[in-house]
């Protein structure tokens, strides 16, 4: 039995801490020293030297239990950042049983939840003496900005052979087997300024961007590709013809080959529109994070699906179309999961999560250690 008040109350701890993505020192140390008190061996990366990270990533191993030493490791991943408004945020405990913010910020329960979870796993295990193999807990900063902080991981940290993410937006018993890669497409398109007076002077930037966005192919592009144009910027006033814009845009896809050509089509559209009008454009192509698909006989995801049963719930198996820190750890190599939390409305001020699925998803972190060691 997990102790259900405890839970809550680091939960709700945890949501008060600042923790804004690039501003993570001053949840790290808190958390860094309260792993170190439950007897994990905590290990900081190098991630904090990275730009736009605020802390180092942290590895935690908790030992396994006498005579389990050659059991298979395994680990379990959450992120430590949120997405903003995440400062002071004021947790409220309703009576129709979820957890909400004041309305003024993010609850923070992506990730806190997963977190809290985590935590309580290892007070229960200790607790109760329940038998366990090797496990790793790895907590990330900067995944809310790209998953910078699991990008700037070392995989020489990892030995866990297989591992499970707890950062889906989907109920608890939910496990997600697949997620897109998703490239960015960064773009200056050039132009030749003039005084608007005088518009035959200078060639617009901003009418060659846009006729080369009107060519793109853009939205859903087939069952398994999407792409967007994200930002528009440039000029300087109405009576300047604008020399340079910048374009940020994306495509993501669980296919490579077809996102390798909804990317490679974007630059050709905007390398060839302005070569049309005689200037030129400057494109940058930036995978963000690499796609995966986990089998479904696959081990890792038989244990989720089987932890889920135990608990009665509905051991579903589906495909995400975005990303988290399972991408990046799946492509060194561990297969990884991706775990439902049960949070909803993330990333806006109308974030909640149930009580209810904060404990259940505790509970399933228990079972895939007992399922994990047999």
Known sequence: MINKQRLLDTFLELVQIDSETGHEATIQPFLKSLFESLGLQVVEDEAGEQKGLGANNLICTLAPTQGEEMKTPIYFTSHMDTVVPGRQVHPQVKEDGYIYSDGTTILGADDKAGLAAIIELIRTLQEQDITHGPIQFVITVGEESGLLGARALNPKYLNAQYGFAIDASQPVGTTVVGAPTQVKVDAKVYGVTAHA??????????????????????????????????????????????????????????????????????????????????????????????????????????????????????????????????????????????????????????????????????????????????
């Not at 999407?226 to 930002?231: K, L, P, S, V």
């Not at 050509?261 to 630059?267: C, D, E, G, N, R």
């Not at 988290?324 to 990333?347: A, K, Q, R």
């Open 197 to 374: 007076s005088t518009p035959s002077k200078g060639i617009s930037a901003i009418n060659i961007a846009a006729k080369a966005i009107s060519r793109m192919k853009l939205g859903q592009i087939d069952d398994v590709t999407t792409a967007n144009i994200g930002r528009f910027e440039g000029g300087s006033a109405t009576n300047i013809v604008a020399d340079e814009v910048t374009i940020h845009a994306e495509a993501r896809s669980h296919d490579a080959t077809k996102v390798e050509a909804q990317v490679q089509h974007m630059k050709e559209m905007f390398e060839s529109t302005a070569a049309k009008h005689g200037t030129s454009a400057q494109v940058t192509i930036t995978t963000s994070y690499p796609g995966f698909k986990i089998a479904e006989d696959a081990e890792v995801t038989q244990i989720a699906r089987r932890s889920a049963e135990a608990l009665n719930l509905e051991p579903r198996t589906v495909i995400a179309g975005g990303g988290s820190d399972g991408n990046i750890i799946n492509g060194f190599g561990i297969p990884t999961v991706i775990l439902g939390v049960g949070y909803e409305h993330i990333h806006t001020t109308s974030e909640r999560i149930a009580i209810e699925e904060l404990n259940r998803l505790t509970a399933q972190l228990i079972e895939i250690v007992k399922i994990a060691r047999q």
